[in-house]
């Protein structure tokens, strides 16, 4: 009898199982399914609603009665269409508990036409809402299924998203209030940005970084060692300035350079990484193991990040954090997106032995989660836990389905 406790039970006896055979495991204990629909939804705009959206979500529906939720963005048009041309002639009528033949077979179709952009992003959507799916279907949260907490709680940073106070002018009041509600000790800036922005990414002057310094010297002004300061540069800058920039910030002793060249130049990260003192991370809007293989080569990077809506779901996202492991690196999971995101890099983090701190944004869960879920996740010691519920915990308002000026399309046998 599958009752809940044989299910604790049996899923505690998975932990001393190797990955695969655990997984292996977990698929013959679910419940045989069928998928039979899949939804989408998105909003054109961020305008459209007062939480801020540029997501997309898929939701699967099963013939045993159990959906789940997967995630994607920013294009929500193209991720939809692709959702009911492509990912449904794949994806219904199969077991939803075969997750890596699944998401092989994707793959390898949308290898043949280019294996990243909108292709990579359905499939990491996919891959989440079968992972909620399974966690369901053995009323388990998703982090049990992938080993058990290695860590009961992961360390926060802030990423300043417009909220109350603007970070290139008062950033140490953005950190006083981090600091004094949520324990949360470390911030991440971009003000690089104006001046790449004003020379068309060529160059940079002595005085646009002068003027770029400020919120940096004002925060360890104010707050000395006590915070950690994170630079994060959007991939805007070529190798010199890249180099000019670094050596700049040296004297202030942020945690990390992010993302200042763009992806896959890593011959030209491992220049940048020599050329300073300061360690880079790398890998957010990168895509796929093969990708994160050529960045752990390079020796480039002291953190690997990854973005489980982009990269390939949690599927694609565990392996890149063992291959991280392998090389000794920790990782530093992105998470400015959609709520999802948060979510389901919450459990990956609770669940991988290697994590260094997990990105969040004061502005989702003071303004825009409370409106829209019914059990927005909070912040507190400077740090989140995964959520207990069935897979990955989240839980959307009903009305947000039937949002007036969402786009709802659905497909189905």
Not at 106 to 113: G, L, N, R, S, V
Not at 303 to 323: L, S
Request: hydrophobic share 40%; with cysteine; charged share 20%.
């Amino acid at each position: 009898m599958n009752t809940p406790g044989n299910r604790r039970h049996f899923l505690s006896s998975l932990l001393a199982l190797p990955l695969a055979g655990r997984y292996q495991a977990l698929a013959a204990q679910a419940p045989p399914m069928k998928v039979t629909r899949i939804d989408s939804l998105y909003w054109n705009s961020r305008d459209d609603a007062p939480f801020w959206p540029h997501w997309t979500w898929l939701r699967l529906h099963t013939d045993t009665g159990i959906t789940a939720v997967g995630e994607t963005y920013p294009r929500g048009e193209a991720e939809a269409a692709m959702i009911h041309t492509q990912l449904s002639r794949l994806l219904l009528g199969r077991d939803p508990r075969n997750i890596e033949r699944l998401w092989s077979d994707f793959y390898h179709t949308i290898d043949y036409q280019i294996a990243g952009g909108t292709e990579m992003r359905v499939l990491s959507a996919c891959d989440l809402a079968l992972w909620d799916l399974l966690g369901k279907s053995l009323n388990a949260p998703v982090y049990q299924l992938l080993g058990g907490k290695a860590n009961p709680r992961v360390r926060l940073y802030n990423t300043c998203f417009p909220h109350r106070y603007d970070f290139l002018k008062e950033p140490d009041r953005i950190m006083r209030e981090l600091i004094d509600r949520y324990g949360i000790r470390a911030i991440k800036i971009w003000p690089f940005d104006p001046a790449a922005h004003s020379t068309s990414r060529q160059y940079i002057t002595s005085e646009q970084i002068e003027t770029a310094l400020f919120p940096v010297r004002l925060l360890r002004e104010k707050f000395g060692k006590e915070i950690e300061i994170l630079i994060e540069f959007h991939s805007l800058w070529p190798l010199t300035a890249a180099v000019r920039i670094a050596r700049a910030l040296e004297p202030y002793q942020p945690m990390w350079l992010e993302d200042m060249l763009l992806p896959g130049h890593f011959a030209q990260y491992r220049q940048l990484a020599e050329s300073t003192s300061l360690p880079l991370t790398v890998g957010e809007r990168m895509a796929g193991k093969l990708q994160f293989q050529q960045l752990l080569e390079s020796r480039a990077a002291k953190f690997i990040m990854f973005d489980v809506c982009w990269c390939g779901g949690i599927t694609e996202a565990r392996k890149i954090a063992a291959m991280a492991d392998s090389y000794q690196l920790p990782v530093a999971p992105h998470t400015a997106g959609g709520p999802l995101l948060f979510y389901a890099s919450t459990h990956l983090t609770a669940a991988s032995p290697n994590v260094w701190i997990q990105e969040s944004c004061q502005r989702f869960y003071e303004n825009d989660w409370p409106l829209m879920l019914e059990n927005p996740l909070l912040p507190r010691d400077g740090s989140i836990a995964a959520p207990e519920g069935p897979g990955f915990g989240m839980r959307i308002k009903p009305e947000i389905w039937e949002h007036p000026k969402a786009i709802r399309r659905t497909t189905a046998l």
